[in-house]
T-cell receptor
């Protein structure tokens, strides 16, 4: 399996522009997570889905951020309009329900998208 | 609040064992201890987890104190590829599902 695939690997944009980050989870995984990593705040969960349905979006910073999962093999995180403070590395992760009937027993992360908003 | 305490950084020599400590003095009886590591320019990678007993897998060993207030991740023979940030995380499977709370972790440097 190729693992969790994210694109693009790097994104540079100007303030005010729309940014779309993409993620393909591991086939068969029914949970998908979006995390953001910054030097100041470390790794933070933004939102996660179960079977394509958003379960917890309490970590989404504000209305400029939106995430969708139209099918089991694809998710997007969109920022519109983008701001310099959105600059960070965005990670997508996926998992399956394990022996403890929980989705957080083992997360598989992608390599991330390095976003720079100028 | 990560609820775990780790040293900011550690150094090791290649091919020597490394013991990475983690303090979780307020751990509850149902919290598991998970370890992830993050190599440079990569996403976090699962390493190992346990509840009470010591655990071994192909990557590492996890030693959990009898009172469960601390644990140690053991890399038996460090390689240059083990240079990474190591995160110790308390995970409650019945709690806020999905929300792995990462602290700042321990940055491990491996010298040749």
């Amino acid at each position: 399996d190729a693992g969790v695939i994210q694109s693009p690997r790097h994104e540079v944009t100007e303030m005010g522009q729309e940014v779309t980050l993409r993620c393909k989870p591991i086939s068969g995984h029914d949970y998908l997570f979006w995390y953001r990593q910054t030097m100041m705040r470390g790794l933070e969960l933004l939102i996660y889905f179960n079977n394509n349905v958003p379960i917890d979006d309490s970590g989404m910073p504000e209305d400029r951020f939106s995430a969708k999962m139209p099918n089991a093999s694809f998710s997007t995180l969109k920022i519109q309009p983008s701001e310099p403070r959105d600059s960070a590395v965005y990670f997508c992760a996926s998992s399956f329900v394990g022996t403890h009937s929980a989705p957080n027993e083992k997360l598989f992360f992608g390599s991330g998208t390095q976003l720079s908003v100028l | 609040d990560a609820k775990t305490t780790q040293p900011n950084s550690m150094e090791s020599n290649e091919e020597e064992p490394v013991h990475l400590p983690c303090n979780h003095s307020t751990i509850s009886g149902t919290d598991y201890i998970h370890w992830y590591r993050q190599l440079p320019s990569q996403g976090p990678e699962y390493v190992i987890h346990g509840l009470t007993s010591n655990v071994n897998n192909r990557m590492a060993s996890l030693a959990i104190a009898e009172d469960r207030k601390s644990s140690t991740l053991i890399l038996h023979r460090a390689t240059l590829r083990d240079a990474a940030v190591y995160y110790c995380i308390r995970v409650n499977y019945g709690g806020s599902q999905g929300n792995l709370i990462f602290g700042k972790g321990t940055k491990l440097s491996v010298k040749p």
